[in-house]
């Protein structure tokens, strides 16, 4: 018997394993997914929204957790709405592959399972708009990642990033230089520990007014800079900010 043929043999002895694969043992980190519930979404935020998933999914590697959350008038009303690790087989050599319990087929099963899950749960957001008079959209940022900080991999915003809470009030968020605003929020202890984690934002650039007209060119520049700021002084790692 060759030695290929004398693995395989051991390996049918063992048998495939009886219950549900841990995908989570796989993954190497976290991804926080956060969704501003703070402006009903239009036709624009939904179809961007759903665009944005697709990468959001694609990024994620072999048993990284997918952690979701909303962001509402107090950062006490987020919730998670979505906590599961990514079904994908870590890539492996000959002998490990055949030892372990991990089969792509199950895999790939089980990734359509996952998806469904999470687009039904995302579905039902858009099915059901909301809106607050008030968006604390820092701090419920800071404390959505802050259990993740020690394995933090992505942090993913789908939001017009306009702050409007007693810290930072909407008018103020507009008109103030970012470092003022960043101070701000360092005094009034409104910080996170990215990590390093790389920070994308989508549905940026459109004001929170009746129509949802584009911010005006300075306004934009400012909001912008003040997020990239704010992530970077609390260790985020590359940060892109955008409406698409």
């Given at each position: 018997m060759t030695w290929r043929g004398a693995l395989l043999a051991l390996f049918l002895l063992l048998g495939p394993a009886a219950h549900a694969e841990d995908y989570c043992a796989y993954g190497r980190g976290v991804a926080v997914l956060l969704i501003?519930?703070?402006?009903?979404?239009?036709?624009?935020?939904?179809?961007?929204?759903?665009?944005?998933?697709?990468?959001?999914?694609?990024?994620?590697?072999?048993?990284?957790?997918?952690?979701?959350f909303t962001?509402?008038?107090?950062?006490?009303?987020?919730?998670?709405i979505f906590d599961r690790c990514n079904p994908a087989c870590p890539e492996e050599g000959f002998f490990a592959g055949l030892v372990s319990t991990c089969r792509p087929v199950v895999a790939r099963s089980d990734?359509?399972?996952?998806?469904?899950?999470?687009?039904?749960t995302l579905a039902g957001l858009l099915q059901q708009p909301?809106?607050?008079?008030?968006s604390d959209l820092f701090r419920t940022v800071a404390e959505a990642v802050r259990p993740y900080a020690s394995n933090l991999h992505a942090v993913i915003l789908f939001s017009?990033?306009?702050?409007?809470?007693?810290?930072i009030p909407?008018?103020?968020?507009?008109?103030?230089?970012?470092?003022?605003?960043v101070?701000?929020?360092?005094?009034?202890?409104?910080?996170?520990?990215?990590?390093?984690?790389?920070?994308?934002?989508?549905?940026?650039?459109?004001?929170d007014a009746p129509g949802r007209p584009p911010l005006a060119q300075p306004v934009r520049q400012r909001i912008a800079q003040a997020w990239r700021d704010w992530f970077a002084a609390n260790?985020?790692?590359?940060?892109?900010i955008g409406f698409r």
């Open positions: 501003d519930r703070t402006t009903a979404f239009d036709q624009t935020d939904k179809t961007l929204f759903l665009q944005a998933l697709d990468g959001v999914i694609a990024n994620l590697r072999p048993g990284d957790r997918l952690a979701a962001m509402t008038g107090a950062y006490t009303e987020s919730r998670k990734k359509v399972a996952f998806t469904r899950e999470l687009a039904q909301e809106e607050t008079r008030f017009d990033l306009i702050e409007n809470s007693p810290v909407e008018r103020e968020l507009k008109r103030l230089p970012p470092a003022e605003i101070q701000r929020l360092r005094s009034n202890g409104v910080q996170a520990d990215f990590a390093g984690a790389a920070v994308r934002v989508f549905g940026f650039g459109r004001d260790g985020a790692g590359a940060v892109e």
